[in-house]
């Protein structure tokens, strides 16, 4: 069976282009950066022109950018990092209700350590609004962190105006964009942004390698301590490959920007019209300022994890933010931030496309979907037709 | 797959699903809030289950495990199907995920008080319900399965 | 020019079964292990075929095993992690003196943090005595931490002793394993073990990935905070390809340990040897007790950054201890602790060879190396014939 | 490669290497604690420096900066010779990695205090010595590039 991949947001297809870059680092030139003799001063050639190509998709300099292993220990490098180097400067974090657990759960271990945190609300689209960023800071505060993305309705934060604000009030901001990178115009410099996460698995580079922008001057400590790679902020052996990966990944995303957003900004809209035509549907997050992929819509009656599951038995690769899929079976804390009901949040679907997906996959999916709800529906001692 | 073969039959082709509704007993467990609720229709005919239903809200294991309830229930005396437990439900299916054990204490649950009301209702009391509200952690134990959030 | 990789205690080549394995997860079964879908199911199968296979590797079950991004970041998590968890319980962790950055740094940053450390000393051949732990041994002591193999003279330490005096006073016991494993037998239950550290790109499995074996019943305490991944002791999307490759080096590198050795015994004594030969030259590290694979000399009135370059010219890739190619200009703290004179350990040369080096390749140092010595000697001031 | 093509160029074939037994000057400096040890031999001839030689305990950076500081300086006057500084070392080499920027400290230490030397033999003073012991930092500023440690 052709199978249909609308997880991007999970995670995405490493590209042929990435691949081909990053294969020699295996079995050729597999020295170590830190080597002296030819093979391994030719890998710290690569990882320095990697740096370059993910600080040129950012407008970031070369010897602002970090290594990571992922998305996640950029996120926990940031918070982590910044909240002890400035902790005689004050304690107290702003960060927002509909985070990653990458944020959350790092911030909940900070609040564990004595730091204070203040989650911000947000309104029915799942926005963090910049008057409330301000309200909440106060001279103990040393750090705001608010997404540019949201990983599971798309919702874009307004976070140059956020950055604006951290800026007047000299408090370093970071943004996981983990989400926005290849998706939204992002450049540190204009958007004032302290710091900025990223990872390449979102954006068609492999699992295993992630970055964090930090800007020239910013007061911040490791996380792993060792043989001092990264500037001392990410010590291990860097994964090579992974990195030139990353670094192409980051050249083809901002080369084809345009072409690539247009063509998911199709996809998403087609996809958007046709799954809102069906009963008792509702669309999450914002209408139009959400990520160029991201369609993310709340089936009433039924459940999330079942209608992935039948979705996959027919070809179809989406998520959900049903609790029934997790471990703790709350519903998706972001919805619930949005002021859904949780029964509600248990029926959410999200499709998220890449510029590897078609129009002829979209229509696949809008005949298969119908079916699938309604047979879920009957199914469901909720639904009273 | 985090399922076995036999959960993922019983979830993609179910058995007996929908209403009985002259129904003898129905038994309703679960919590929406939860993203569960699961309805258990029976008919008694000489202290055998003659027939049997469900209808159910929930994950794959919450639908299976309501279908695999009703084919191992049916023609059973009252006594035996009120005995069949969640670790019966587990092992017929082949093993269920540990968070997603829960599921089948539900349809147990289910059926158990589907009885109970037809024996109620003999007796002329109320039928209870098994629906509860609100938030309650009710996960047995998730340790050693990867957690599933939105990437 | 034919080059001669002689670092491979630097970082290996991927072997081309590690790298047959993984290709398949950068384009194919790309999806996330925490995905319901088809394809998510099949990279967790993948995570989890792999976590046996790294398991059976050193005698341990598969749910004994968290995978990393490297070996710094098993060996922080192991010290940090144990460090925190246990705090209550004691404050003091007893180490060696000849341990790798990773493990020292990290010592070095828990000692700001609070803790004690004590940092044994060693013997002339670097290895620590058994008897030097025990009396360490605290009240307080919560955690002992000594590698299983040097990384820079590949001195095997005593682990099962110390492993069985950690048993006896119920101490926790670290080794970090990251050259260990495929050098020497390692069993976790048989030696006492209660964590073990390891890194791909040590044994020809990818750069980007590492593991901790953490016995059941460890309080153990994340490093990264996020999703959950890994027991929740490290999230973060998983990556797929390194962990199978790294699975897949595991499982060969059980296979064809006893060839493997054998081979590497052969070349690393003719090597040794044929060195020992030239003038003014003595062996590091013990002369026995030693891995397969390194060879380490001083070469009395030369620098090691010089010969390495040379070497390198000639085709030959070697490393050295030596402070002139580090940052802070000291001499390599293992042959210090040794009780080697600055000056001699700045002229260290480290060989370390793998199964896929030859005898011919071996014959081809042994040709070159003198000439190299005899040109820098000439050139320096401390060398009167 | 860290270094630029001409450093490697006078690292792997370095010029005016040895001795001068009948020297007019030597300067020697550095701390073999540090890794590093230099020598500087001249001649003088009409207030030039007619012969230069050198011997470097030392890394590559060292070799290099040693070598082309010779280059530069025969047939230099005095005064002319005693001002070639670190950075012009440094340039004349298409630059060095930032952790070996003392290296070339010490090649125009070396050569001052071999006329240094020469100047106080006039004069009938002692040699003046240039090497420290014991253990010191001397790095300047390592904070960029990534530090090499034993993997
Ligand atoms: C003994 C030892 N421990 C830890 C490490 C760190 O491993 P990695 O570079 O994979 O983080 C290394 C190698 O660099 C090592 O040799
Ligand atoms: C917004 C956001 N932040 C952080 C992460 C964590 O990234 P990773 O899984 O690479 O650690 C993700 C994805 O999982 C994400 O979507
Ligand atoms: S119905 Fe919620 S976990 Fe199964
Ligand atoms: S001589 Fe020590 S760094 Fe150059």
Redesign the interface.
Known sequence: MK?I?L?N??????S?EV?DAMLPF??EN????????????EA??AVQAAREQVAKAIGADA?EIIF??????A??LALVGTAYANRKKGDHIITSSVE????L??C??LEKEGFKVTYLPVDNYGMVSPASVEAAITPQTTLISVMAVN??IGTIQPIKEIGNIAKDHKIYFHTDAVQGVGKIPLNVKNDNIDMLSL?G??IHA?????ALYVKKGTRIQ????????E?NMK????????IVGLGKACEVGIRDFDKNVAHMTKLRNKLMEGILKIDHVHLNGHPTIRSPNNVNASFN??????L??????AGI????????????????H?LLACGMN??EA?GSL?FTNSELNTGEEIDYVLETLPGIVDRLR?????YKK | MMYSPKVMQHFSNPQNVGEIPDADGVGEVGNPVCGDLMTIYIKVKDNKLSDIKFKTFGCAAAIATSSIITTMAKGMTLEDAVKISRNDVAKELGGLPPQKMHCSNLAADALKLAIENYRRKLQGLPPRTGVTEGEEEHAEDGASCPPEEHK
């Open positions: 199978r991949y997880d947001s999970a995670t995405t297809k490493v042929p691949l295996f079995t597999y020295g170590n950066p830190s080597s002296l003799h030819t093979m391994g001063q710290n050639v010897g990571t292993s992922c998305g996640t220990e996120d926990n990653h657990p990458a944020i759960r790092t909940e271990y990983n599971e990872a698995h979102k492999p699992k295993g390698v992630g490791a996380l792993i301590h060792g043989g001092g790679q500037r010590s291990g052996t860097e994964n090579v490959p992974g009656f039924i459940e999330g994890e079942s992935v599951l039948f979705l996959d038995m690769e989406a998520s959900t933010g049903s609790a029934c899929s997790s471990k703790n079976l709350k519903a998706s972001v949780p029964e248990h999200r009957a199914m469901s001692p909720l």
